[in-house]
């Protein structure tokens, strides 16, 4: 269209208020006209930037922007200078993900930066005056379940949990039980194939205990992702229902917690790392803390813990996949108290689904085994020949006094 002299004065004053392209143009169209946005931005060039009038790095002002005006002898707007932020920002040596992302008006819990671009570039006006122009831009999308952060998965997992009131039995036995859960890799082992294992593990819990010692040496789930089969590095697996897995640890774990409360005088419950679920496990564990605080808990992002049994029966346990070979001196050397004060020293690790007892070094390596259900690798390469079974340790207060095998 022609711009007569008194739309082309209009779009550069609303431009100078601080209006959007956008909503200069819906103004105007608003009034009758028929222009489009690329039209207004030729103007508000031709009126505000090539007669050196002033600039703007943001289409809209916001609270980043701060402008100051100045007026001719008869109060009109002369120009506007826009002092943002953003220079103070892109002085910065060093901008952080989070940065951008506040920066760009984005919520940091709700999108991840894809890729980032700046760059700087001048302009000379009819009067050969010079301006710079910097630009910043990012490219963001939202976060999937494998971008967000342990943090984000926490507040997933507890956000609809219930604490949940237990009752303690009024008679505990005088020993001591260690369930060593290990290798359990829920998706492949579905909780239908376990009952009977499951079943035998909550009569011997039932039985009545002093301590009851819930050791999670993990790899509870086989996956550590949702929507792909993959292990903590990344290593691709065969698929699984990620859900019906979860929903089988629960069947599984829940029973177990709540009858170990009830039938002893203390329960005790750690995790250590392993290399299917580090996250996955340690976000079930913290789970089952919110689910029973009245219960010993602890949530950790450790590949190891020493612990006294009794009273003075030593264990260290770790998942097996790091640090086993060294386990004698990391018990001693992490843990010289309750190593010294030991009258039973042991390892306790699993990984490897199968059951192997080393005594030597000061100490009993037990590796415990599995009743985890075959997959697909196992059966192509040999590996299933080992006994389908769990141990679960009984202990006076200074040895070992029988391993219980379900």
């Given at each position: 269209m022609n711009w007569d002299s008194n739309y082309k004065q209009q779009v550069k004053r609303l431009f100078l208020d601080g209006s959007s392209y956008a909503e200069i143009t819906k103004q105007l169209n608003d009034e009758g006209l028929n222009v489009t946005k690329s039209a207004v931005k030729h103007v508000v060039h031709n009126e505000v930037f090539d007669k050196?009038?002033?600039?703007?790095?943001?289409?809209?002002?916001?609270?980043?922007?701060?402008?100051?005006?100045?007026?001719?002898?008869k109060g009109n707007v002369r120009a506007i200078d826009f002092d943002i932020k953003f220079e103070d920002f892109r002085s910065k040596s060093d901008k952080t993900p989070k940065e951008l992302l506040e920066f760009a008006g984005y919520d940091i819990n709700d999108w991840v930066i894809v890729n980032s671009t700046s760059n700087d570039w001048s302009v000379t006006n009819?009067?050969?005056?010079?301006?710079?122009?910097?630009?910043?831009k990012i490219s963001v999308k939202p976060k999937t379940n494998d971008e967000l952060t342990t943090d984000d998965l926490i507040k997933l997992f507890n956000q609809k949990i219930e604490p949940v009131k237990l009752i303690k039995n009024n008679s505990f036995g005088k020993h001591n039980l260690v369930i060593a859960i290990s290798d359990f890799h829920f998706g492949i082992t579905q909780f239908e194939d376990i009952k009977e294992h499951f079943e035998e593990l909550i009569n011997l819990i039932r039985k009545g205990w002093q301590q009851i010692w819930i050791v999670q040496l993990n790899d509870l789930i086989h996956s550590d992702a949702l929507n792909t089969s993959k292990t903590t590095k990344g290593t691709i697996l065969d698929p699984i229902d990620f859900p019906k897995a979860i929903s089988d640890a629960e069947k599984f774990m829940f029973p177990v917690v709540e009858e170990s409360y009830k039938n002893s005088e203390e329960t005790h419950m750690f995790s250590v790392n392993a290399n299917h679920d580090e996250t996955v496990g340690y976000l079930?564990?913290?789970?089952?803390?919110?689910?029973?605080?009245?219960?010993?808990?602890?949530?950790?992002?450790?590949?190891?813990?020493?612990?006294?049994?009794?009273?003075?029966?030593?264990?260290?346990?770790?998942?097996?996949?790091?640090?086993?070979?060294?386990?004698?001196?990391?018990?001693?050397?992490?843990?010289?108290?309750?190593?010294?004060?030991?009258?039973?020293?042991?390892?306790?690790?699993?990984?490897?689904?199968?059951?192997q007892v080393n005594d030597d070094f000061g100490l009993v390596e037990h590796q415990v085994g599995t009743f985890k259900t075959t997959d697909p690798y196992e059966s192509k390469n040999g590996y299933t020949m080992a006994t389908k079974k769990m141990e679960c340790f009984e202990f006076d207060d200074e040895t070992l006094k029988s391993i219980h095998y379900i």
């Open positions: 050196g009038l002033g600039k703007r790095t943001a289409i809209k002002e916001q609270d980043s922007v701060q402008t100051k005006k100045s007026f001719d002898d009819g009067k050969g005056e010079k301006y710079w122009n910097h630009q910043a079930f564990e913290e789970m089952l803390r919110v689910k029973y605080p009245q219960i010993d808990i602890q949530v950790n992002n450790e590949y190891r813990q020493v612990f006294t049994v009794g009273k003075s029966v030593g264990i260290i346990a770790l998942h097996g996949h790091s640090g086993k070979v060294k386990a004698p001196m990391l018990f001693a050397t992490e843990a010289p108290e309750i190593w010294a004060n030991s009258t039973y020293r042991m390892a306790l690790y699993g990984h490897f689904h199968k059951e």
